[in-house]
């Protein structure tokens, strides 16, 4: 007979813990039963150089960027899994916020919406 638990797991106490690393890129993979999150930094300024010369055809559209891996998390795929309901909750309330709010300004313009 098998029970099905929920788990609490916490992290350090922010007060004696490290510094936190900042990434602006994830990077989401999978090989087998695993998944990997690797999340890095790269310096926007190489960016903006990049768009930059795009801009002034000096270089191709297309490019790779060197950055600097801050934090791989690895797991299995039935543990990434359980996250669908919760990523998906949090999808839609980033979505929702994000959504312009349209001005309306008369009836006439509900209908064509």
């Known amino acids: 007979m098998s029970k099905t638990g929920t788990l609490t797991v916490s992290g350090d106490d ?11 890129f994830v990077a989401i993979s999978h090989v087998g039963t695993e998944v990997q999150f690797e ?10 150089l990049r768009i930059e010369k795009v801009k002034a055809e000096q270089e191709d559209a297309d490019g790779e960027f060197q950055g600097k891996t801050v934090g791989k998390v690895i797991m299995p795929v039935s ?10 909750s949090i999808f ?4 929702a916020l994000n959504e312009p709010q349209r001005e309306k300004t008369s009836p006439e313009r509900e209908y064509g919406d």
Not at 92 to 95: A, K, Y
């Open 39 to 48: 999340f890095i930094f790269l310096d926007l300024n190489q960016l903006a």
């Open 14 to 24: 922010p007060r004696h813990a490290g510094s936190p690393l900042f990434a602006n």
């Open 92 to 95: 839609s309330r980033l979505e």
């Open 79 to 88: 543990a990434f899994l359980q996250l669908k309901e919760h990523l998906l």
